[in-house]
């Protein structure tokens, strides 16, 4: 069985309403009218009028006249009302014709192709709706070829140096030594943490991380962090921790917030080449911040906002010399972002950079799990 489109749906419903207006007016009318009509000769004869020779003549004209006056009225009503039908439910449909060509659109890779605004309150609050959803799918398309580009980026280096190595050692042009089989090994780590980082994002995105939130006392964990990072700080470099002694504990991950410090705290001394990096705790009411604060080099203004993105940096070269892979600010965000908490990042070249996440306090959790 065919089905029946949401227009022409639209335009029955309109003919079938007016056509059982039509017909109650006309029976009713039928009815009524002439019965109305011999009530008022009644009256005029009582008024003192003779009417009564000639009633049934002018009740047979009045009938006649009314008859023809409805069957005009129905003529004209019912063209005029279906053709507005027709124009109100093709406007009525129209947005929703717009919305299935611009998903074929999407479908095709046109992901740019947007619903125009509708004066109907309801259409144009699914346009709205449905422009969203179609920014969202720009920009998750966006993202996909970002990272494909990204990732084909990183994976070209290593494995151009490992490729050409190989061939030179294959054919003799490069003598195997030591050193030769030490960059192989480093090459060969680095995609292997690049690979790893990425596996870790994408289960943090999709939700399939667990999150070990408890209590935590965080000193403890960042002095033992400090105590690791000074044994392999270059000279001219100060590490530091200012720890406030009332810092209540937090409701963490502790194995999370380490990861997460681990990664600030080597990007900092990575860009820090004299001076200090400091780590500072500050409690606030419903939370603690922990910043870590470097005088290195600095961000860029156009650059900062970028830093959380994968793959970002604003000096590839550099850190692909010292082995980063991009991906762990963007790692220690959504890590952040699974224990409740938020980090933000500031910058000033050539003065160095602050970032900072916030976790809850684990006693106010607890607390407000107590209540009714």
Known sequence: MAKIGLRSRLFLSHVIV??????????IGKVSSPR????????????GFRVRQIRTELVRGFEQAWSRGAIWSVVVG?????????????????????MEEITKKFAAGQMDARVPPNEIPELDQLAASFNRMAIDLENVEQRRRDLVSDLTHELRTPL?????????????????????????????????RLVNDLQELSKMEA?????????????????????RFSDQLSEGIEL????????????????RVEQILVNLIGNAL??????????????????????????????????????????????????????????????SRRLVELQGGKIEAESEVGRGSTFRFSLPLAERKRFATLQP
């Open 160 to 192: 151009t140096v490992i490729g050409g190595y190989l061939e030179g050692l294959a054919d003799g042009t490069v003598d195997a030594s030591p050193a030769i089989y030490q960059l192989l090994s480093n090459e060969t780590r680095r995609m292997q």
């Open 207 to 227: 939700g399939y991380l667990p999150i070990d939130a408890r209590p935590v006392d965080l000193h403890p964990l960042l002095t033992a962090l400090i105590q």
């Open 240 to 255: 530091r921790l200012h720890y406030p002694p009332e810092t209540p504990p937090v409701l963490a991950d502790p194995g």
């Open 18 to 27: 007016m056509l059982v207006g039509l017909s109650t007016l006309t029976v």
């Open 270 to 331: 990575r860009y820090t080449s004299s001076g200090s990096v400091s780590v500072q705790v500050t409690p606030e009411t419903d939370k603690v911040w922990l910043a870590v604060i470097d005088t290195g080099q600095g961000i860029a203004p156009e650059d900062l906002p970028h830093v959380f993105e994968r793959f970002w940096r604003a000096d590839r070269s550099r850190d692909r010399t010292s082995g980063g892979t991009g991906i762990g600010l963007a790692i």
């Open 36 to 47: 109305f009509f011999r009530v008022y000769l009644e009256q005029i004869e009582v008024a």
């Open 78 to 98: 019912a063209t005029a009302a279906g053709g507005l039908s027709y124009l109100v439910s093709k406007r009525i449909v129209q947005p929703l014709i717009q």
